[in-house]
């Protein structure tokens, strides 16, 4: 009895194995991504290793192992064809003639991650349940749709985790692009949200053992998380390389210095915009104080505003308020001219507003001068009316 068992096991290996090697073909020239390296304890920058430390994903970049290809493309092959309701938690599958077990369970134990307690499951659902422009407008810190926001619009703290995030927890094809998945992982890890790294990297995992036929091309996706595929099987047998089979090394994730650039030039853009036209409103401020001040003539600045003409006449009794005066600016116009056109049209709509209310006031007065209360309420039928009533 125990031969016979011992027999159909070994049929059940054999044939597995002989799927697996047809499959190996659709996996063999496919491309693979490595999971990047991070030295924690290096100089922080940027500020991106302390959000991948607030995230909890300190072991999905620091305990990372050399692997060997052949091996993982195998461990692909293996894999099942399909997904069904059994191999959503877990499978068996046979590498090189010894049978494993891999689970959201065993990558866990792998990089020593605990199970979320309920607070945790609560706290992922609820930026589960965030839109797309919610983290769209959460990554760019600007109203921008998900569809067309890259690298180039974000922090270099936020770029850097997007890039880091295509290598080792949602990699797809171009690291430059900002999927869904990935902008809701990065907002996770800035608020400090644990997420199940085991079930995210098995259901990616399995996603890709499934072969894509779209008008008979042939799967080309590329393969992903290497180094912990690799080690999850090591801890259940030390498989060995063959012969000129090579192990590829760990490599260090380098921040490219370009990250960030169009940011911080926007956000140093906009400092100076904001200064020069705190200059030109004390400017402003200064020229308007001097009432009798002779009419200068006006000279258009590059940004296209025209600065406010004095009154030759005296002040007096009243009250002279300088609206200035706006111009288009001309083309081309760069981003510091805009925002001064913008902030001088502010100052010009506030001025508006102060002499509305000026108005307001000083026809009023008028109204109590020329209509004294009791004629005016003896002249009114309505208030007549109202009494008698």
Known sequence: ??????????????????????????????????????????????GFFDIIKKGHLERTVTTLVGYIPEIVKEFYAALPREITRAS??????????????????????????????????????????????????????VTLSLRNLTTRYLSPCKAALVILSAYNWV?????????????????????????????????????????????????????ILPRTIFGVLQTQFELERKPREKLSPIIPYKKDSRLGEIYLKNQEVEREAAKKAQRQAKKKGKSASTSTAS????????????PSRQSPRAAGKF????????????????????????????????????VMQTLTSVVGQIASMMFPRGEEEADDPQKQDDQGN
């Not at 046979?94 to 020593?112: A, C, Q, W």
């Not at 309920?118 to 769209?136: C, H, N, P, S, Y």
């Not at 797809?172 to 692009?177: E, G, T």
């Not at 288009?328 to 100052?347: F, H, N, R, Y």
């Open 1 to 46: 009895m125990a031969e016979g068992s011992s027999t159909r096991v070994t049929r059940k290996l054999v044939n597995a194995e002989l799927v697996a090697e047809h499959r190996y073909e659709s996996f063999s020239s496919r491309e693979i991504i490595p999971e990047r390296s991070v030295d924690l304890n290096a100089e922080d920058t940027w």
């Open 88 to 141: 959503k938690d877990r499978v068996e599958l046979t590498v090189r003639g010894h049978m494993f077990d891999f689970s959201p369970t065993k990558i866990n134990e792998y990089l020593n991650l605990m199970p979320l307690s309920e607070e945790e499951v609560k706290a992922d659902e609820m930026a589960d349940a965030l839109t797309i422009d919610e983290l769209a407008e959460f990554l760019a810190e």
């Open 171 to 223: 990699p797809p094809s171009h690291k430059n692009v900002v999927s869904a998945d990935r902008a809701r992982l990065i907002y996770k890890m800035f608020h400090g949200i644990r997420i199940d790294v085991g079930e995210m990297f098995y259901a990616h995992i399995l996603n890709l053992a499934v072969l894509q036929k779209e008008g008979g091309k042939k799967d080309m996706r590329w393969l």
């Open 295 to 306: 009419p200068s003539s006006e000279r258009t600045a590059p940004s296209g505003y025209v």
């Open 319 to 354: 009250q002279i308020i300088h609206l200035g005066s706006i111009a288009a600016p001309g083309q081309p116009i760069d981003a510091e001219e805009a925002k001064l056109v913008l902030d001088t049209t502010s100052e010009a709509i506030q001025q508006l507003a102060t």
